[in-house]
């Protein structure tokens, strides 16, 4: 019979499961955050997108989402799936029953189990059609699974996470993280901005506005170039 570790060790192992799952949920958010800037920002950002490159912004968006579900499903697997135990948020509330008050046990594994509800269809879809390809929900054309994860259905689950997350710091005494107040380093808008550039450009070319060796320099055309010579 396995001996339960003493609260200085569980104090430990929280702390170091906490420090990882910091880092993760900051990836999530910046993440999600560039995603909602490129396809969830307005009708008119996702029709500059497809005029541009729609085919390739198509790959990016389904490669980004489902990364992103995927992170989402993985941080709330069970702390122990066969002889494996995975660094999750359900092993961070296993361990807060040792190291926390049964008050605030109970908060988080409450909490915890919001994350499980408001991420349902996530998990589904992960284990049926994007981690796996289940026969049976794809024969029968699943639409739980082939309908891809809505906006604010992401947002909840990430929400109650970032709940759950700041919950046990101010439990344990932690600086409280302000994760979706954190900016990425704003990839995403500058691409907006350079492909709504770049569109103008070709306006003031077409309309006789601008000289077009002025506007786009031989030294800066590569052979794949689009523009009308």
């Known amino acids: 019979m396995s001996k339960k570790p003493s609260k200085e060790s569980s104090e430990a192992l929280a702390r170091e499961t906490h ?8 990836t999530l958010c910046s993440r999600w955050h560039e995603y909602k800037t490129l396809f969830g920002y307005s009708k008119e950002r996702v029709e500059l997108l497809n005029e541009c490159a729609g085919g ?16 989402i499903v993985r941080l709330i697997d069970p702390a ?10 359900s092993r961070l509330v296993d361990l807060a029953e040792t190291v926390l008050q049964e008050a605030q046990y109970l908060h988080l594994k409450h909490k915890l189990e919001v994350a499980h509800q408001c991420s349902s269809r996530l998990k589904i879809r992960r284990n049926k059609a994007v981690a796996h390809l289940d026969v049976q929900a794809i024969q029968s054309e699943d639409e739980i699974v082939f309908e891809w994860p809505r906006i604010e259905e992401v947002d909840s689950s990430i929400e109650v996470l970032v709940d759950l997350a700041n919950d046990y710091e101010q439990m344990s005494g932690l600086p409280i993280m302000s994760y979706e107040l954190l900016e990425p380093l704003a990839g995403s808008k500058a691409i907006i901005d350079h492909l709504e550039n770049s569109l103008r450009l070709k306006e003031l070319v077409s309309d006789g506005t601008l000289n077009l060796e002025l506007a786009y320099p031989k030294r800066f055309c590569s052979k794949y170039s689009q523009t009308t010579r």
């Open 19 to 26: 420090q990882f799952l910091k880092i993760q949920l900051v």
């Open 56 to 71: 390739f912004f198509h790959t990016v968006q389904h490669a980004i989402l489902q990364q992103i579900e995927l992170s």
């Open 80 to 89: 122990n799936q066969s002889r494996n135990e995975n660094m999750t948020f």
